[in-house]
């Protein structure tokens, strides 16, 4: 989720939390800035190890079990500002409640989120909101800003409404869209062993249907108006990549074991860029919906496996992308 969102909701939580009338827009401030505060593992890097910020990224500071660290680190930067407004106590119990949001608003996009670690990395992704919508955060803005100027709670309330309500859209929208990829696996009689259903950039009207078949990775755009029947767009497809079968030559060795980092972190869905062979990445985030080119993947260079592997990102938005995107956006 994209900080200004983050911050949004975290100033809710805050301010759902406070029974001072004093207190309203310190309180609100020390959410937002609580909010923000687990992501301050996105400067955590290991030079030499690329896949190390990789792992670390929505990791041990977004778990539940380090909800009260966070909130005392939080409480403790801004004491110094916020300590002629309220007690210790006071802003931490701000600082807890902001906090506390971040992992949950993670967890709801599609990158995954290690909510309950150290106890397992598995990364939890509902994928019900895109890391970055604008309709949820413009209507935060404005029940954030009604609540901090205005005097009565119904517009608190309203914002946690909003939030729901963009929730239950999205969940509503996923199954829509799952149920129309069952249906184009059902034709292609394509025996699914894993899938997952994600929104796209900044709306919840074209997802990515991504999907395990008999060795191979395929992708397809499904758009599902909420006026409109659904429109599939098919996608490009590639053959999976299996690190302990492709690789086994590799075994005990830093470039086999950053693949194997690589395809947990990937959940199982490597391809290779169709462009560059060289490229492995993970087969469920593109620019495209219907495309095999990765978001982002790791170079193999098989003559220097005692290196760790370089982690390239490929975030073309150029026309080639943007006028097929916006095509399937407003269904032609």
């Known amino acids: 989720m994209d900080p200004l969102t983050h911050g949004l909701v975290g100033s809710i939580a805050a301010q759902s939390v406070n029974r001072e009338k004093d207190l309203k827009k310190p309180a609100m401030a020390a959410g937002f800035f609580a909010a923000l505060v687990a992501d301050v593992e996105t400067f955590i890097h290991m030079p030499g190890d690329p896949l190390f910020n990789l792992e670390v990224h929505r990791q041990f500071s977004h778990a539940f079990l380090f909800i009260p660290v966070g909130a005392l680190i939080s409480a403790a930067v ?24 971040h992992g949950l608003m993670d967890v709801i996009t599609s990158y995954g989120t290690a909510l309950l670690w150290p106890l397992t990395q598995t ?10 919508d604008p ?4 209507g935060l803005i404005l029940f954030v800003g009604l609540t901090l100027f205005k005097p009565r709670k119904i517009y608190l309330i309203l914002g946690w409404v ?4 963009i929730i239950t859209l999205g969940w509503v929208q996923q199954q829509r869209a799952g149920s129309v990829m069952q249906e184009i696996t059902t034709e292609r009689n394509h025996a699914v062993e894993k899938s997952v259903v994600k929104p796209t950039i900044a709306n919840r009207t074209v997802w990515r249907a991504t999907y395990i078949s008999d060795g191979r990775v395929y992708t397809d755009g499904i758009r599902v108006g ?14 999976l990549i299996i690190p302990e079968e492709e690789f086994e030559e590799y075994r005990s060795t830093t ?15 490597l ?17 495209l919906p219907t495309s095999m080119i990765p978001l982002w993947g790791i170079e193999v260079d098989t003559t220097q496996t005692d290196r760790h592997v370089p ?4 975030r073309d938005a150029g026309d080639e992308v943007r006028e097929p995107f916006m095509d399937m956006l407003l269904g032609r």
């Not at 990364?123 to 970055?132: A, D, I, K």
């Open 78 to 101: 801004i004491w110094w500002v916020m300590r002629k407004y309220m007690s210790f106590r006071e802003l931490y119990i701000f600082s807890f409640a902001g906090y506390a949001t």
């Open 123 to 132: 990364r939890f992704s509902w994928n019900l909101v895109s890391v970055v």
């Open 135 to 138: 309709v949820l955060t413009i």
């Open 162 to 165: 909003w939030l729901f309500f």
């Open 226 to 239: 909420l006026f409109s029947s659904p429109k599939i767009y098919e996608g490009e497809s590639a053959p």
């Open 255 to 269: 470039l086999y074991d950053d693949l194997q980092r690589f395809s947990r972190f990937s959940n199982g869905y």
């Open 271 to 287: 391809v290779r860029h169709p462009e560059k062979p060289e490229i492995i990445g993970d087969g469920r985030f593109s620019m």
């Open 311 to 314: 982690f390239l990102y490929f």
